[in-house]
Nanobody
Framework: QVRLVESGGGLVQAGDSLRLSCATS????????MGWFRQAPGKEREFVGAINLSGSNTNYADSVKGRFTISRDNAKNTVYLQMNSLKPEDTAVYYC?????????????WGQGTQVTVSS
């Protein structure tokens, strides 16, 4: 019933910015902590960042701290990933995920992913 749909990916140059969106439906968005993950070819899925139910707290992987920002708009049932100063190593498929009550790192629902490609 719960669906997550990512959008906003694309091909950009190093140093550019991109904003990803994750639109949700079928559930009560405010009851879910939201996370962003990414997976590059030949690599394991990597945690990018997460935001709590109210949006008052966020945490990020060291590799993206200072460059990426997660936010959420509970009125729009949408979570965002603002990506600045993009690097070629940021190239990956980016996924959003929902964790009911934010009680664990084992997320309950996942989106289909959106491709981000950063060229040098």
């Amino acid at each position: 019933q719960v669906r997550l749909v990512e959008s906003g990916g694309g091909l950009v140059q190093a140093g550019d910015s991109l904003r990803l969106s994750c639109a949700t439906s079928g559930g009560t968005f405010s009851l879910y902590a939201m996370g962003w993950f990414r997976q590059a070819p030949g690599k394991e899925r990597e945690f990018v960042g997460a935001i709590n139910l109210s949006g008052s707290n966020t945490n990020y992987a060291d590799s993206v701290k200072g460059r990426f920002t997660i936010s959420r708009d509970n009125a729009k049932n949408t979570v965002y990933l603002q990506m600045n100063s993009l690097k070629p190593e940021d190239t990956a498929v980016y996924y959003c995920a929902a964790d009911l009550w934010g009680s664990s790192s084992d997320y309950d629902y996942w989106g289909q992913g959106t491709q981000v490609t950063v060229s040098s």
